[in-house]
């Protein structure tokens, strides 16, 4: 009952991707979100593959041939998207802002994704006082609004605004900060979990080395829910980049397109009913947000059973799904751990079992001890900026 | 009665109209005249609680736990008729907790579920179905995870019942020992059919169906194949001087408590002795402290007091570096067989896992050969090893279980409940498995379960523990056959018997034994 | 005697079972004390993470004034001791209340924070009315009608407004309803005539509804609220997606619950069982996740009321930030810290009075 529904090993690799497989056993509204999200996405990602070749201008050009643009131009045959207060092309910006996103993305993500992995593991599995002070120091930060620690952050790392590369750094490195927490609290609830799995504890009766018991068996199985959480701070990457860009902490106009900055000039222009200079970088931001939160929202409710849609008719009644829960109960003291946690919700009740305690533990109470407590689910954390 | 998948469940459950969206249901159910396939949702809500009630597993599940039990009680009562009065609720609701046995009956009403024992929260789900006059009650295993001394008082309730109110009872189990304790007839259903359908007493003597006959055989019986029945004092004497493999003295296990509440005492001064090549069975209810016991034989409890000590090693203060080495001289085999394997990893591999830990000088070719050698003993074809645990049934993994416990050839054995998450008829092979392998390999074992009849077939001498003391250690046919202790006898006693016959005797001297105290 | 044994048998073996009313008073008391350590925490952060770069007095005048003036400045306010012993001073000034002057205008940081503090009250509380009322019934329908197109609409309607900025909705909600329509104003909290009648209130309140409504003037209680529509539907937008979701998944995953098939089995109605049975099991994760989300609103209050020029703090802080104004900056961001930390104390506190199981 651990089993993960991991694709069957039999398929090629690449059906056991997780976007692909998610893909492969989603059915009805579930699977239009996870498509419509993947479009998304991959235009996000495509635009910025290709911004040199898509769009007309660079992102600081305010004339063409000789020619000065004109500021606040409505759209127009030259400028699609019409101009900004600045005289920029908001076409222009709009799809060079997309390189921006991806590059904080892809950095902050990556970055929290290594510290926070390694940090949860660590301090799952061996737990004491120095899990005791990283998950108060964790609790600390995650519950701190990412915005504000943003801010404080880009005023260190940059004092203020600043060029391309720095100012993507400083919006990448506070983001990262913020995540680090997230990635950390679920690898660490996971690894406690699975601690007291019996799988890895027949691995610690047999005398297996901590390593090769923490990256052999407890990582490879912690790790299935990051795809998840992946996508969602992503979104939340790019709310925060537009966040920061948009009280004017963000990267400067000239070092590279950002879109808050951009949202942030238009206010005056939104109040003399110029629409466009706000309409299409706040429209970018939607599609690009709304592409990978829908593909998180769908891998997670494929994840958790009891959200996942269920196929209708002949297919789904011949499965016995019954089957399981007969076995499960078949002993009076079947009370181990997780033989009663479906998969995909373990996100929610992870975070809230300790590992010595469950065994003996006949109710929950998450209130019973502070740390132990899973106020958050994925998903339902992030404060939205 | 049935075995897991047989479809007992899906077919009380379609009674109600209680099965998920996606079902489709045909054919039909007459429950006093109407058929309620196919009723409209609103006909089939008041058919529901009032013409058949339902009790189900798990009692601690099946109330919420949010709320009074008197709110619970009343929200049944008032979807049949919203005008009751909250009076007269309170009187039903009294009467009716009075009637299962719930004393201080009108006080207890605005507890919550929590404040309630497993027995008494089940005997409050029976309350219920009484409150609402039900004439038909759907009992769905309503005894499967209660201790075996709390589940003969809930079927001496439900037996009750039946004798005052007349109710009918729809019993559905796997435990042929309720069914013979509380069924007049008997149906057998086997992969969604039923294959055999007779009175209770004609079943159990004489069973047609081939599938009902392997059933009855399969259960484990106390006394049946006793493996110390045959023990004469000479082999008692040889085993006792042959070499302690563990050796505990006023063992104790305690957990500290959390946010200062007090610690939990799971073992409280136990003493025993485990020879070499000896099975020492350990029975409880529980929370009697005997998972405890075996855990902090392989080092995953810590103990807290008195002595433990395995293969000379003493476990109070154990540090994990010089335990090491004696590591691959114990197995251990897990009660649950779907979670104690790696799922990225094919049986194989689990297999060699001790190998390539403690045996680094074999080469992959030697490991493999011990891998197909050992598959070979417990019986499963050596294909296998490249298969993954989830491909498995559930008695295939609890055989690789063995496999992988036994592969170093250990010198004890702890097996942790290893069949009680499996089917009777696949509990019955294992268990036979495990007897072999204990003749082949000579390995000493502590086999722990909360089944007397399980343990009497495998054990030399059983230990008895309850609440975290061990009340009775011996052999096993003087334990079972002669019970020193007040709580082993009633264990015993409490211990449905596949025969109806049979059961309708102990029933008789347990109420006398009751009453007489 | 079988009672007895019964008992015996099943005593949950929690080890805190048999104790009385004393449980839950130890449990308010540790989680009171855990404030401490997570505002300390915050603090030290904030402090080094701040001065990590230098001063604020450079930061907020270098360049401006000559070296020797600077250095003379930095050496009055302090700034060149080691910083271990500022940090120390200044969590001591903390604990006083104090937290710093500003530089731009020479003010007390905390009387900043009460004049423009309950502003952002205001705003948080009018936004919570918007998101609760929206959120949490629509969740309710939506797990109610799970899977079916009802659910499936409102399920991408919560998406849309959790996944598009505060900022963005609030512009185009002004481009729409004040620009486009002008039925709303463009900004602010209330218009300069609204203003200067506020003034005549002796012993004013913090907010400015209240204080309409003490007045009893209609045109300056329209005036009120007109201009807080806009802001409190933007930021109620957010939260109240994310509330929908929450509701609703909570929601689904306790009517799957046993005890809710238990209910059905007595013929408990479907809607009753959704509104009664399963609502309050499903609020208590709910009602510990909604605490965070209130404290995390003050990030999104800083982007609405720079969108609407709501003087608030997260506006002034803005304003702070970019007269590099860093102690001000400092003192708003601890002002969060210690919001997050009682915010979550009272969130815990509130579900272990809706759960009996803590309650004995």
Request: aromatic share 8%; with cysteine.
């Amino acid at each position: 009952m651990t089993a993960t529904p991991i694709a069957d090993r039999r398929d090629p690799w690449y059906l056991r991707l997780p976007v692909v497989a998610d893909l492969r056993r989603s059915a009805g509204l579930q699977r239009g979100m996870l498509i419509a999200g993947v479009i998304m996405t991959g235009l996000l990602l495509l635009v910025a593959l290709f911004a040199p070749l898509l769009a007309p201008y660079s992102w600081a050009q305010t004339t063409a041939d000789g020619v000065t643009f004109g500021a606040q131009q409505p759209p127009s045959a030259a400028h699609l998207l019409g101009t900004t207060v600045s005289g920029f092309d908001v076409l222009s910006r709009v799809i060079w802002g997309t390189r921006t996103a991806v590059a904080v993305i892809c950095l902050a993500v990556v970055a929290s994704l290594f510290i926070g992995v390694l940090l949860g593991l660590v301090s799952g599995y061996f737990g004491g006082w120095l899990d005791r002070i990283l998950v108060m120091i964790a609790d600390a930060v995650y519950a701190f609004p990412s915005l504000l620690l943003a801010i404080v952050l880009s005023i260190v790392i940059s004092g203020g605004r600043s060029g391309a590369l720095v100012g993507i750094l400083a919006a990448a490195i506070s983001i990262t900060v913020v995540f680090i927490p997230q990635y950390f609290r679920v690898i660490r609830a996971e690894t406690i979990r699975l601690k007291a799995e019996p799988f890895v504890e027949s691995a610690k009766v047999i005398g297996a080395p901590v390593s090769r018991i923490l990256f052999g068996h407890v990582f490879k199985n912690a790790t299935r829910t990051l795809p998840l959480i992946f996508t969602l701070n992503a979104s939340e990457a790019i709310l925060t980049l537009a966040g920061l860009g948009f009280i004017g902490f963000g990267i400067e106009p000239t070092a590279a397109a950002e879109w808050g900055y951009d949202l942030n000039r238009s206010v005056a222009d939104v109040t003399s009913g110029i629409w466009w200079t706000a309409l299409f970088p706040g429209l970018a931001i939607v599609i690009s947000v709304l592409g990978v939160t829908l593909v998180g929202e769908s891998m997670n409710d494929l994840n958790d059973p009891r959200l996942r849609i269920r196929r209708r008719g002949r297919k789904a009644a011949a499965r016995p799904r019954r089957r399981r829960d007969d076995f499960r109960h078949r002993c009076p003291r079947n009370g181990s751990p997780g033989a009663d946690r479906a998969p995909g919700c373990e996100l929610r009740h992870r975070l809230r079992r300790c590992p010595r305690r469950q065994r003996r533990e006949p109710l929950r109470r998450p209130w019973r001890d502070p740390r132990d407590r899973g106020r958050i689910r994925v998903g339902q954390d992030s404060h939205r900026a | 009665m049935g075995e897991s998948g047989s479809g007992k469940t899906v077919t009380a459950r379609s009674i109600l109209g209680l099965l998920p969206d996606t079902a489709e249901t045909s054919g039909a159910i007459w429950l006093e005249g109407t058929n309620v396939v196919g009723l409209s949702a609103g006909r089939m809500r008041s058919v529901r609680g009032r013409q058949a009630s339902m009790v189900f597993q798990e009692p601690s599940a099946a109330l919420n736990p949010v709320f009074p039990i008197w709110w619970q009680f009343a929200e049944g009562l008032r979807a049949h008729n919203p005008k009751l009065k909250r009076k007269e609720l309170r009187r039903r609701i009294v009467e009716a907790l009075k009637q299962v046995g719930i004393p201080d009956a009108e006080k207890r009403l605005d507890d919550y579920p929590h404040e309630f024992s497993g027995g008494q929260k089940q005997r409050i789900i029976i309350a219920m179905a009484l409150a609402m006059g039900a004439e038909l009650i759907i009992a769905d295993e309503p005894t499967t995870a209660l201790d075996v001394t709390v589940q003969a008082e809930i079927l001496q309730l439900l037996r009750d019942i039946r004798d005052t109110h007349g109710t009918s009872i729809i019993l559905i189990t796997h435990n042929m020992g309720v069914v013979a304790d509380l069924a007049d007839s008997v149906l057998v259903m086997y992969r969604g059919e039923v294959v055999e359908r007779d009175w209770v007493r004609e079943l159990f003597a004489n069973p047609r169906h081939p599938y009902t006959r392997q059933l009855l055989a399969a259960v484990p019986r106390i006394g049946v194949k006793s493996a110390s029945r045959d023990l004469g004092p000479e082999h008692l004497a040889e085993l006792e001087s042959r070499e302690p493999v563990v050796v505990a003295e006023g063992l104790e296990v305690t957990y500290p408590g959390r946010l200062g509440s007090p610690p939990f005492r799971a073992v409280r001064g136990v003493d025993f002795t485990i020879h070499a090549g000896e099975v020492l069975g350990l029975v409880g209810e529980s929370g009697s402290g005997k998972t405890t016991i075996g855990r902090a034989m392989a080092g995953l409890e810590a103990v807290t007091g008195g002595s433990l000590r395995v293969l000379g090693h003493e476990m109070r203060g154990f540090k994990e570096r010089a335990f090491k080495p004696l590591r691959r001289q114990i197995g251990f085999v897990f009660q649950d067989p779907s979670t104690s394997f790696d799922p990225q990893l094919t049986i194989g591999e689990c297999i060699e896992e001790p190998m390539v830990v403690h045996a680094r000088d074999l080469s992959a070719t030697e490991r493999r050969d011990r891998v197909a050698k050992i598959l070979e003993a417990v019986e499963l074809p050596r294909e296998y090893s490249r298969r993954f645990p989830h491909e498995l049934s559930g008695g295939q993994r609890q055989r690789v279980s063995f496999a992988r416990a036994l592969v170093l050839e250990p010198t004890l054995l702890i097996a942790d409940e290893p069949t009680s998450a499996l089917d009777v008829s696949v509990q019955a092979t294992v268990l036979e498995l495990f007897t072999e392998l204990q003749h082949r390999f000579g390995f000493a074992s502590l086999f722990i379960s909360h089944d007397l009849a399980v343990v009497d077939m495998l054990a030399h001498r059983v230990g008895v523990l309850f609440q975290g003391r061990l009340v009775e250690l011996g052999t096993g046919s003087q334990v079972m056959s002669n019970p020193d202790d007040d709580y082993t006898q009633r264990l015993l006693a409490s211990l449905p018997v596949p025969d109806p016959v049979e059961q309708a005797k102990r029933r008789e001297f347990l109420r006398l034994a009751a009453g007489g105290s | 005697m079988i009672e007895t044994l019964e008992q015996a048998n099943t005593t949950e073996p929690a080890p805190d079972s048999p104790k009385g009313g004393g449980s839950l008073l130890r449990y308010l008391v540790a989680r009171f004390l855990l404030i401490f350590p997570t505002m300390f925490i915050l603090v030290t952060v904030v402090f080094f993470l701040m001065r990590m770069t230098g001063d604020p007095i450079t930061a907020a005048l270098g360049g401006r004034l000559p070296p020797d003036q600077l250095a003379e400045r930095i050496h009055q306010a302090g700034y060149d001791r080691p910083l271990i012993v500022q940090y120390f001073e200044y969590l001591g000034q903390i604990v006083r209340g104090n937290f710093g002057t500003t530089f731009t205008d020479n003010q007390p940081v905390v009387e900043i924070l009460a004049r423009y503090g309950s502003a952002t009250a205001e705003l948080v509380a009018y936004s919570l009315v918007v998101a609760i009322g929206f959120g949490v019934p629509l969740g309710m329908y939506a797990a109610y009608k799970r899977d079916r197109v009802p659910d499936a609409v409102l399920r991408v309607l919560a998406i849309l407004g959790y996944a598009t900025p505060v900022f963005f909705t609030g512009l185009m909600l002004k481009l729409i309803f004040s620009v486009q329509l002008g039925w709303l104003p463009v900004a602010g909290r209330i218009s300069t005539a609204g203003e200067l009648k506020m003034q005549t209130i002796t012993n004013p309140t913090p907010f400015y509804l209240i204080d309409a409504l003490r007045l009893g003037d209609l045109q300056l209680l329209g005036d009120v609220v007109t201009h807080a529509i806009l802001p409190a539907v933007a930021l109620g937008l957010l939260t109240g997606g994310i509330f929908l979701r929450l509701v609703r998944t909570n929601l689904i995953g306790t009517l799957e619950r046993p005890f809710i098939e238990s209910a059905r089995s007595r013929g408990v109605a479907e809607t009753r069982l959704v509104r009664a049975h399963a609502l309050r099991p499903a609020f208590i994760p709910v009602i510990t996740v909604m605490g965070m989300q209130i404290a995390l609103s003050l990030a999104g209050a800083v982007l609405t009321e720079t969108t609407f020029e709501w003087k608030g703090l997260g506006f002034m802080l803005v304003q702070y930030m970019s007269a590099r104004d860093y102690v001000a900056v400092q003192g708003i961001v601890m002002l969060t810290a210690v919001i997050v930390a009682v915010a979550n104390f009272v969130v815990d506190v509130v579900a272990a009075f809706v759960d009996p199981r803590v309650r004995y």
